[in-house]
């Protein structure tokens, strides 16, 4: 009797471990918008930072001149460093497919929100998380909005 309570202990150890995904940053190595059905390279000053979360489908995504043209400025802050980030929070997953090479791609719609001291705005995203064992890209966009963007990660070293 003691050895299945030492071999449920062990499992139940190991199940809730494996079950936890490890938060991480990822860099963006490349970066894409898309206007008028058309895709381009997108120039950035910094680095993108994209942050995940141990909720399925939660980011923290850091980059000024990213995050004010994703809004297109339209937030007024007092404090300008308010665009610096922001967190997608509530993520509500509306549909996952697999292509033929076995990337997953799992879309969330919710909340992207700017917070900082008094100054708050929030606009609905919606967010397609491309992975396979890793995550590989992300494409993002406002919602009811036809400016696009897509980026793929630099790998893990």
């Known amino acids: 009797m003691k050895n299945y309570y ?3 202990l062990l ?21 894409w918008v898309n206007e008028s ?11 993108i930072v994209v942050s995940t ?7 923290r995504i850091t980059n000024y001149d990213f995050l004010y043209d994703f809004c297109d400025g339209r937030a007024k802050f007092s404090n300008k ?3 610096t980030s922001a967190e997608f ?13 076995g990337v997953v791609n799992s879309t969330y719609e ?8 008094n100054d708050y705005y929030s606009v609905v995203a919606v967010i397609t998380i491309l992975e396979k064992g890793s995550i ?3 494409k993002m966009h406002v919602k009811d909005a036809s400016k696009e963007y897509a980026f793929s990660f630099k790998p893990a070293s």
């Open 6 to 8: 030492a071999l449920f």
């Open 11 to 31: 499992l139940f150890t190991i199940s809730a471990n494996y079950a936890q995904q490890t938060p991480q940053n990822l860099f963006v190595d490349k970066a």
């Open 37 to 47: 059905e058309e895709w381009s390279d997108f120039q950035y000053s910094g680095q």
């Open 53 to 59: 979360t141990t909720e399925a489908g939660s980011l």
């Open 81 to 83: 460093n308010t665009y």
């Open 89 to 101: 929070t509530s993520p509500r997953k509306i549909k996952t497919q697999t292509d033929k090479q």
């Open 110 to 117: 919710g909340m992207l929100v700017f917070q900082k001291d």
């Open 136 to 138: 590989l890209g992300l």
